[in-house]
Each structure stands twice: as structure tokens, then as C-alpha cells.
């Protein structure tokens, strides 16, 4: 059993950066992959970015270039560094968790078993 909890949102303008956190707790975080979801009004939740356990990172296009997500294990830790920001990035933000997340599956989040209960960021023209 994992549980995370995500912190970090906020309101920003258009430009300017963003860091959310997801704290874990729980047993063998390093074995599972993490990956960070968002979901804006009216729309379906989408990947936004993913780290394995050998810290390999995937991103969505949408935010290649301008979003990070990192890992640090010893303190159950997972940060997405958000820069660049732009309007259409506004959107609830979740962390998700999974210890058996195949590689092809990375992007789905019906694969996912643990996830955090959102933190809200709003980009401002």
C-alpha cells in the first residue's frame, strides 16, 4: 500500500514555474513507477510525465522541454519542476503510483493502482 500526497500548486501567470511534490509513505517506493497526471475542466485526465525506478523519465509533448519530473528515493520524494508555464497548463494536477507499470503502459492511467488526491495550478495570461 502506497499513499501520496501532492503540494506545490498555486496561481501563477504565464511564464513563470511551478515545483509540485508527492510524498510518499508506505512500503518499497523505489520499486514502483511514478508518474504525474493532470486533468482541466471539461477535459479527460492525461499524462503529463512519468520516472521509472531506474529513473528513466517520459514525457507528454505537450510539456517536453519544459517540465521535469525527477525522483529521490531515500526521502519517498517525487518532484515535477514546471517552467515555461502557459495557460493551457492549468489543471488539476495528480501524482499516481504503480509497482507493475510495463514500459508501453506508462501513459495510461487506468494502470495505475495509488494515486494522491490533486493539487490545483492555475497559469494566468
Known amino acids: 500500500q502506497v499513499q501520496l500526497v501532492e503540494s506545490g500548486g498555486g496561481l501563477v501567470q504565464a511564464g513563470d514555474s511551478l515545483r509540485l511534490s508527492c510524498a510518499a509513505s508506505g512500503r518499497a517506493f523505489d520499486r514502483h513507477t511514478v508518474a504525474w497526471f493532470r486533468q482541466a475542466p471539461g477535459k479527460e485526465r492525461e499524462f503529463a510525465a512519468g520516472i521509472r525506478l531506474n529513473h528513466t523519465t517520459y514525457y507528454a509533448d505537450s510539456v517536453k522541454g519544459r517540465f521535469t519530473i525527477s525522483r529521490d528515493n531515500a526521502k519517498n520524494m517525487v518532484y515535477l519542476q514546471m517552467n515555461t508555464l502557459k495557460p493551457e497548463d492549468t489543471a488539476v494536477y495528480y501524482c499516481?503510483?504503480?509497482?507493475?507499470?510495463?514500459?508501453?503502459?506508462?501513459?495510461?492511467?487506468?494502470?495505475?493502482?495509488?494515486w494522491g488526491q490533486g493539487t490545483q495550478v492555475t497559469v494566468s495570461s
Open positions: 499516481a503510483a504503480d509497482a507493475g507499470i510495463h514500459m508501453s503502459s506508462i501513459t495510461q492511467d487506468s494502470q495505475y493502482d495509488y
